[in-house]
């Protein structure tokens, strides 16, 4: 059971267009919800994040934005830049614990 | 600053051998850790948290086990490797339930 879904495998978008990464959740326990980037060899790095209180949160380029009620979420780059080519994922923590649960992540290639 | 460190980077295993996969965090005291795997295609999935030392919660049954015999020291361990324990394996540490978590660069684990 997948509780945390990315359902588009790979995003392809133009230098300085904007990049959109969805990611779908099931469990409403979920309180807090994480994004990362992850580049071939290395280890996610932590991008943004967002309590399940607030609907927005900006960070420079990145915007994560949540929608409780459809049970979505979505991070936002604008501009997109070459170096932003990576592997994004989600990620949903369950209320009160310290586990995290991880979306299959969305290769996005940004061109120049 | 902390920094989290993960060896060795790549190995490769014959079916039935044993595994020690090590991670040590520097810079902070009492971290949460956390144990990774991501199958190929696929997203990560939690196998072992740690909350402190000798304390260790297992996520899913399997093949492997993990210890944490000191503060900031956290083990991966197999005592007999299937070929189904190939993956990417990564080590995390957070400050807390409500904190990022911060991954290791990762161990890529083929089993011949």
């Known amino acids: 059971d997948q509780q945390v879904k990315q359902n588009s495998p790979s995003l392809s978008v133009q230098e300085g267009r904007i990049s959109i990464l969805n990611c779908d959740y099931t469990?409403?326990?979920?309180?807090?919800f994480l994004w990362y980037k992850k580049y071939p060899a290395e280890g996610p790095t932590f991008l943004i994040s967002i309590s399940s209180i607030k609907d927005k949160n900006e960070d420079g380029r990145f915007t994560v934005f949540l929608n409780k009620s459809a049970k979505h979420l979505s991070l936002h780059i604008v501009p997109s830049q070459p170096g932003d080519s990576a592997v994004y994922f989600c990620?949903?923590?369950?209320?009160?614990?310290?586990?995290?649960?991880f979306g299959q992540g969305t290769t996005l290639q940004v061109k120049p | 600053s902390q920094t989290i460190h993960q060896w060795p980077a790549t190995l490769v295993q014959p079916v039935g051998s044993p595994l020690s996969l090590e991670c040590t965090v520097e810079?902070?005291?009492?971290?949460?850790l956390y144990w990774y795997r991501q199958a190929a295609g696929r997203g990560l999935q939690l196998l072992f948290y740690?909350?402190?030392?000798?304390?260790i919660s297992s996520e899913v049954p399997q093949n492997l086990s993990a210890s944490r015999p000191q503060d900031r020291q956290f083990i991966l361990s197999s005592k007999k490797l299937l070929l189904s324990d190939s993956g990417f394996y990564l080590c995390?540490?957070?400050?807390?339930?409500?904190?990022?978590?911060?991954f290791g660069d990762g161990t890529r684990l083929s089993i011949l």
């Open positions: 740690s909350v402190g030392i000798g304390q």
């Open positions: 990620a949903a923590r369950p209320g009160n614990t310290g586990k995290l649960i």
């Open positions: 810079g902070t005291s009492n971290p949460n």
């Open positions: 995390a540490w957070s400050l807390g339930q409500g904190q990022p978590q911060h």
């Open positions: 469990n409403s326990m979920f309180d807090y």
